[in-house]
């Protein structure tokens, strides 16, 4: 779980990705059963101990997350202050670097 500060309210739940612009957030108040709050609870410890934790929770997971997508926040980064947790982004992903050979053909002159 991250808890975090926008706009003066402190929220806990799970951070999807969060980049310069923008924090995606499921807000764990915001469920309104006890057995979606427990849910997320087993995705979000299932995504922690069988993860990089460098990929965010709804990829991992993939479509059986889909359910929490309601429930997603979007914040302004600027705004934000996390508190603790972990911090997922895919700009951390490591991109695939393609090596580029240059070839220079030189012409011998006699």
Partial sequence: LTGLTF????????????????????????????????????????????????????????KEFGEFKPFLKTMATKDVTILFGPVTSLDNVAKKRVKRRTLQLVRKVD
């Fill in 7 to 62: 706009s003066g309210k402190d929220y806990i739940g799970v951070l999807q990705n969060q980049n310069a612009v923008v924090t995606s957030f499921y807000d764990y108040e915001d469920l309104p059963t006890p057995e979606l709050k427990n849910k997320l609870l087993e995705l979000a410890d299932s995504w922690w101990w069988e993860s990089n934790r460098i990929i965010p929770i709804n990829i991992f997971i993939g």
